[in-house]
């Protein structure tokens, strides 16, 4: 469909953008590659009276590698992130999480920013953010603040944003070279949404796994971390049978919506096997070993 | 709102419509039907336009957001009234057989190899999944591609543009 009228605005500084939110009592929306808001326009499903248009705005686009961790500015795309040189060794999970997103064309133009705010429960991005407790740092006309993860995905679609809120920044904690990690999705195409995947990592201490992190996504409503399978796993050596009451963990715990043509319990039955199939994987891969 | 922005290498200066999208402005405003509109959601690639050297789907781009920017199109590919390298291979290869998708794909193709090169099939394979071809199975497509990649490996300049 054609896409429905609204008035357009592409402010050269972040102040004047949220400015632009702020007048506007929640009837406009951000829009930066526009690779999922475009589509959304295009079905009617958004009808804003305003788009603020952030292509104009300078300094969003960084990535930062530190002690302190990863940060992306929220106009990275896709494609920034396939190209740097360090991401691959300095978050792994990311960049074998991001190589999964979209196509050439989206890849192109999509953005960390867009991604986290459109909050997709099957999108790759918002699961990394959730798995690896990372902050979403926005901005708005009260000042800046920062939002753990795991409370700014709120729903399917949904997050902790106010109407006069722009994401500045994600921050990814720092990521131990040694770190023991795996990104499993299953798509029916190259490039389409995953019909389930699952992000992990854990390190190692006297050849048992700590701190784990399993973070699961397409198969929920919501992105969450799997708690219940992480506890399973922590202490234990990652051998057949720790992964074998892990993917019971899981399958136990995770709760998908039957869809006409996908099965709730084809989706749990995938959790499973991709867990299975990461945590077999991330035996023999640390992040310095990063293919 | 007006907005300037360059086509092939022509300035151009349009008042336009916020809703207009790059690829309703491209056919309906300058009459540049090369590029196919399919889906108008940003599934089937048949859009694909090049914009500051990236391809991306002219349907999921407003025409306002291109201000200042260089698109290119497959309006832009020939070399004057002679087919470009990648046109021929697809011609050689039948790469095409109704048509719809193939300014998508040569356009796409085109941003590969300038930026790649030396891509391999496995990465044109992953680039052109990005537009589908309901024709051909894609192998025709895939050789001219692979084929087209000599003409682009040569010395900037001298290399299709």
Same mark, same amino acid.
């Given at each position: 469909m054609k896409l429905p009228q609204f008035e357009y605005a592409a402010p050269p500084t972040l102040e004047e953008a949220i400015a632009l939110l702020a007048g506007s009592a929640g009837e406009a929306r951000p829009i930066a590659g526009g690779q999922s808001l475009m589509p959304m326009l295009a079905f009617r499903v958004a009808s804003p009276a305003l788009l603020v248009d952030? %292509? %104009?705005? @300078?300094?969003?686009?960084n990535i930062s590698i530190s002690e302190a961790g990863t940060r992306l500015g929220a106009k990275v795309r896709w494609c920034d992130i396939d190209a740097h040189p360090q991401l691959r060794v300095a978050h792994p999970l990311l960049a074998a999480a991001v190589?999964?997103? +979209?196509?050439y064309q989206i890849r192109n133009k999509g953005t960390v920013g867009g991604s986290l705010a459109h909050a997709? @429960?099957?999108?790759e991005l918002p699961a990394i953010a959730v798995t690896c407790d990372a902050q979403i740092v926005v901005a708005g006309s009260s000042g800046s603040r920062t939002i753990e993860a795991a409370h700014f995905f709120v729903g399917p679609m949904m997050t902790?944003?106010? @109407?006069d809120e722009l994401i500045v920044e994600l921050r990814l904690p720092p990521w131990p070279a040694r770190r023991r990690w795996a990104f499993e999705e299953y798509a029916r195409? %190259? +490039?389409?949404?995953?019909?389930a995947g699952i992000a992990l990592y854990y390190d190692e201490l006297d050849g048992q796994a700590h701190d784990t992190h399993i973070g699961v996504l397409g198969a929920s409503l919501r992105l969450h971390r799997i708690g219940e399978a992480e506890a399973v796993l922590n +202490?234990?050596?990652?051998?057949a049978r720790a992964i074998g009451a892990a993917v019971e963990a899981a399958m136990a715990a995770v709760d998908p919506v039957d869809e006409l043509d996908v099965s709730a319990d084809y989706r749990r039955a995938l959790v499973g096997t991709l867990l299975a199939r990461g945590l077999k994987a991330s035996l023999s891969r640390s992040s310095n070993e990063s293919d | 709102m007006r907005i300037t922005f360059s086509v092939n290498g022509q300035r151009t200066e349009i008042e336009v419509e916020s809703r207009l999208t790059l690829a309703d402005c491209l056919r309906h405003?300058?009459?540049?039907?090369?590029t196919h509109v399919g889906?108008?959601?940003?599934?089937?690639? /048949?859009?694909t336009v090049i914009v500051d050297g990236k391809a991306v789907r002219a349907c999921l781009l407003? /025409?306002?957001?291109?201000?200042g920017a260089e698109v290119r199109t497959?309006? #832009?590919? /020939?070399e004057g009234e002679a087919l470009g390298p990648l046109q021929r291979a697809f011609r050689k290869h039948h790469a095409?057989?109704?048509?719809?998708?193939t300014p998508g794909m040569l356009m796409t193709a085109h941003a590969l190899l300038q930026d790649?090169?030396? /891509?391999?099939e496995a990465r044109i394979r992953e680039v052109i999944a990005g537009n589908l071809c309901?024709?051909? #199975?894609y192998l025709g497509i895939v050789r001219a591609v692979s084929e087209a990649r000599e003409a682009y490996r040569k010395r900037d300049g001298e290399a299709p543009r």
């Open positions: 952030l %292509r %104009r705005i @300078p300094n969003l686009a190589a999964c997103v +979209g196509h997709d @429960p099957a999108a902790a944003l106010a @109407p195409q %190259r +490039g389409a949404f995953a019909l +202490g234990r050596i990652v051998d | 405003r300058l009459g540049l039907t090369g889906c108008e959601h940003g599934v089937c690639g /048949a859009c407003l /025409a306002v957001q291109v201000d497959v309006e #832009g590919l /020939a095409l057989q109704c048509g719809f998708c790649e090169p030396d /891509a391999d309901r024709c051909t #199975g």
